[in-house]
């Protein structure tokens, strides 16, 4: 799953840095994706934290090697060395676009690098994103809905709490949802069982789940896009969830 | 948190090997405790992904070296080599009592050995267990009530899912109760917070969380004993959760 050796994954870096592209989904496919989150250090300790308490959310991949470096990453990948993880890198360019938060409220939308918002104060955090498993499903023969349409994976907010950490508290799940058939449900939960680094296998399914989860409105997610053609009445195509990153909701004020 | 090279850990097995000692409760207090399970070996995979997926109620501590190994163990904590864990240990017999399941029936309660029930096909693993991080508060003088009064904790299932994990799906967490001093609970928290391997702090506090857990009674725990002294109405003393081991809840049946 974690390939070495080839550049796919330094290319696409590159050309982000260069402002080439604005989004990665489908890019570099044989290696991990991740979402990236900057804190200042008095939040590190408690984040690290957050995410070792709730993985399947939060699946920790790396973090600044120690406060103010954009450059050197830690591993938090069993097996993978710090200098493994990524050569050449620059957090403050690699990343298409970026969103600056300042005491919470958005100061900076779709910005193309952060080289002047980043200080010897701030520590990156990087968190497996599902794409890297959605190219496995597509193999299989079990293309996410979203990705067939073009269109953004839908996610909701749900009412699963995250287990508390430090400044991090009162925090619930967000999902994402790719609808398949109920006949294909096993095999799904197979195909992504093996992505622990990036959400693994689904955290419920079927539409008995969707109430669970305090979901009201399955065509209204909170995050992404509109699930198309998904109806309730349907027994045959249910919705499955996985658990996704929980984003900028989580900014320990 | 765990030391070793001093011998209280061994004499405390020694004495439940000789069933001179029926629980464990304030022994050893410098050592990790643990809770054990044994599972058929085609359940070790899923049940070791249920732990890494569930890390604050099933904090996996070791497991047997391999398939029929009662004397070996894998360390699973970070820094703490297989030999660290455990000297001179025979998991059929060093704990002071078992329960015996087959098939999800309860076939042998509170035997002193399973020396014949063990074999070749059997994997041990090593929960962590909340008396390790209760030395640590009595030591700050928030000693748990229950200990106080001469008691068990009391424990709670909750609606909280357990994030599924191949044969293991509908779980949900169980939660152990200490009540505190609202006042307190900020210590408590930073007291319990290093506890990572033995369910860190706590997951959830204050009378509205009792609802919030889907715990329908407090004063009628599902596991352990009552709490003596808790009223509601006390807007001062307020029940803390912490997360708590499963337990046979998840047999993977």
Redesign the interface.
Known sequence: MFESGNNAALTTRLLARTNKITLTSGLAPKYLQANLIILPSRFASDFL?LC??N??PCPLLASSSKPGSATALKSHLPGISDAAIASALDICTDVPLYMVYDDGNLVKSHCSDIANEWTDDHVAFLIGCSYSFEAALTAAGLPPRHTALGRNVPMYSTN??L????VFTGGTYVVSMRPYRKADIEKV?ELT?PY?STH?????WGWDSVE?LGIKDINAPDFGDKPLDLDAADDEIVPVFW?AYVGDRCDGR
Chains 1, 2 share one sequence.
């Open positions: 934290l070792q308490r993985p399947v699963i709490p287990c508390a950490a430090g939960r069982r622990v693994g296998e689904p955290v419920a669970r658990g």
